[in-house]
């Protein structure tokens, strides 16, 4: 079992819907949870971080985190040809960061 | 205020050749870590680097390669005698403290490709 687990898409959304993307992880002791997102031939770029479970809002961004289940949750609203990128969730509980595979958005005008 | 710069962009060896890439981190940073991605993969630790100190290489094949960071220049990792399956992006990432948890941030990247 991998220790992040990611559908890798691709999902495909017309613009202005509201997008969902989710991990699953199997180890308990990740207490820093991070999307990250990566357009084509560019380095990711850290969206934002959540410590512990609970959620965070940045804009149009909101993080979930539930630790009990184990799953982590992405949610964008109001989505813009211009989120289409490779999502990445990564988690550690140390220097070690274990990234998922991405998942590939494409938002259509 | 420059961010992590790596070079070269895109690498060409044959098999059996060197290749080296470099990572300049982000100004002050002095935490150095190299990933590869291989295509449709996520992002696989290799190495976590301070100055002058290899920290964690756990995820660093035994064989063929290394990783430095002097105190002087920028962040190194070596393949020797490329092999085929080391084609991959491979990106570094600096961060001020100790962890990866908020202010990392990635380099473009270095795309090797072994013919």
């Known amino acids: 079992q991998k220790e992040v687990e990611q559908d890798p898409g691709p999902l495909s959304v017309p613009e202005g819907a509201i997008v969902s993307l989710n991990c699953t992880y199997s180890n308990s002791a990740f207490q820093y949870f991070m999307w990250y997102r990566q357009y084509s031939r560019k380095g990711p770029e850290l969206l934002m971080y959540t410590y512990s479970s609970g959620n965070k809002e940045d804009g149009r961004f909101t993080a979930q985190v539930d630790k009990s289940s184990k799953y982590i949750s992405l949610f964008i609203r109001d989505s813009q040809p211009s989120d289409s990128a490779t999502y990445l969730c990564a988690m550690t509980g140390g220097f070690k960061t274990i990234f998922g595979a991405g998942t590939r958005l494409f938002v259509k005008a | ?115």
């Open chain 2, 1 to 115: 205020n420059a961010g992590v710069m790596q070079n070269p962009r895109h690498l060409v060896r044959r098999r059996g050749q060197e290749a080296r890439l470099r990572c300049s981190p982000m100004k002050g940073h002095s935490h150095v870590y190299w990933y590869r991605q291989l295509p449709e993969e996520g992002l696989k630790f290799m190495v976590y680097l301070q100055k002058e100190n290899i920290i964690d290489e756990s995820g660093m094949p035994k064989e063929r390669f290394s990783a430095e960071f002097p105190k002087e220049g920028p962040s190194i990792l070596r393949i020797q005698q490329v092999v085929r399956g080391d084609s991959a992006a491979y990106f570094c990432a600096s961060s001020l403290v100790g962890d990866m948890n908020t202010e990392a941030f990635f380099g473009q990247g270095t795309r090797l490709t072994v013919v």
